[in-house]
């Protein structure tokens, strides 16, 4: 067995980018880049996305988890992330998995807007395919939403025994500072099918409205889990993202296409 198979590394522009390859035992015949969300849902689904990358290496996956410009453990400042380097950066991750793991076709997943970056990087990345999990098609409704938690987790007498005041709590999205050129980006997203095939797993609870449906095109299909996942619950904020059906899910289409 090889001491190497989960490995840390930098790479990208001035080696900026963190990346964590996790190697097969075996000859890898594909990979999968997973591209990571953004804010509060990233540090949710951290060990969801470990939990996966180890499930498919030990079915000869090669899989580079990675962090965007100003996220996790990747160079800068959360204010400086931005949409369109997001999009760059996850190309970039693409030609590195590929390098390291010696196979051209290249998978995405993506949870939310790791899932829409996924998409929106898919020709420029040359996925095979992309797996995209309750993506965010509606960027507008997706700030609003942001914009109404925030909102509600200033004033949460769980949290704070006062109000914080909005000025403090100006430029945040749930604890991570959010800069202008983001914002406005988010709020002109709106996420069509690709030309690649795409995968939406559909976990939304009951009522939230499915923007995907109709906008998937000729290659996209979707598949709904059992367990629905609380990603906009305010009470639920500091509890990590966990579903085996996920898993499950990922694994069994590749089982499908190995």
Known sequence: MRDDLDL????????????????????PRQALLMCPPLGQDLIRCHRLYRQLAQALAGQGVAVLRFDYHGTGDAAGASGEVDWDRCVADTATAADQVRARAGVDRVVAFGARLGGSIALAAASRARFAEVIAWDPVFDGAEHVAVLDAMQAALREDPTRFTHPRDVADAANQWLGFDVGAALRRQLAALHVDGSAVPTLVLDSLPEGEPRCWDGRLGEHGRIRVLGQPT???????LETAILSPPLIQAVSGRFREIA
């Open 8 to 27: 840390p590394f930098f790479f990208g522009a001035e080696h900026g980018l963190f990346g964590m390859y996790h190697a097969p035992a075996v000859r």
């Open 230 to 236: 609380p990603w906009n619950d305010l009470h639920r």
